[in-house]
């Protein structure tokens, strides 16, 4: 999933409405953070497959340290730590590691059978992405609900309040359709680029719109 992922971000908001949007946001795509960079260190790996689902090019070859199931309860369990050592209440920390831990279930429901329980396991999948109506269905319809309930848990202080959510929830909406009307990406060195950029301005851009927004 991609705006799926977001979409639990948005609705985290209203059960801890302390914590910063864009730390909600890098707790379940922590994932997909990790993972451009790993692949850019050579240890783990991602092939180009046109045709491999109906709804993405990308053959997830390994991935064992960023996406298994383990692993994102460790790094859930250390971001978790982090939060709590900083100040962040008990409750609050575990929703944080709970973010970091739903980005498997998510990509479960919808990759084919590469999802890892731990490094070395078998694959798991359901493989929502081989039907592109069902994945629109289920991850649009998702976005929409939580992105309605951090609208409503975080009522706009201003202006930019308003239009800083307005344009993060469009361009997150026209990255994902343009992900999947562009065709495969040019290469292997482009994904690890848009994935590091795209994740760096997603958090800034989460903070400021965060920011202007009062919780309820």
């Not at 890098?26 to 451009?36: G, R, S, V």
């Not at 497959?49 to 709804?55: D, H, L, V």
């Not at 290469?187 to 680029?193: D, G, K, M, Q, Y």
Request: net charge neutral; hydrophobic share 55%.
């Amino acid at each position: 999933m991609f705006v799926g992922h977001f979409a639990l971000g948005f609705a985290a908001k209203r059960a801890a409405p302390k914590l910063q949007l864009a730390l909600l946001f890098t707790a379940c795509q922590l994932a997909d953070i990790l993972w451009p960079v790993f692949i850019a260190a050579g240890i783990e790996s991602v092939r180009i497959a046109p045709g491999i689902t109906r709804f993405t090019p990308l053959d997830f070859v390994s991935y064992p340290y960023s996406h298994s199931l383990v692993a994102l309860c460790l790094w859930g369990s250390l971001l978790g730590s982090v939060c709590w050592l900083t100040g962040t209440t008990g409750r609050a920390s575990l929703l944080v590691a709970g973010l970091v831990v739903s980005h498997w279930i998510l990509d479960f429901v919808s990759h084919g059978a590469d999802m890892p329980i731990y490094p070395g396991s078998a694959f798991w999948g359901l493989g929502l992405w081989n039907s592109v109506p069902a994945t629109l269905i289920v991850e649009l319809g998702l976005f929409g609900a939580c992105v309605w309930i951090y609208a409503r848990a975080t009522p706009e202080q201003n202006a930019a309040g308003r239009w800083s959510f307005a344009g993060l929830v469009a361009f997150l909406l026209i990255a994902y359709f343009a992900s999947v009307a562009s065709g495969p990406p040019p290469s292997v060195t482009a994904i690890v680029w848009v994935g590091i950029i795209g994740a760096l301005v997603l958090i800034a851009w989460s903070w400021w719109t965060d920011r202007n927004r009062q919780p309820a």
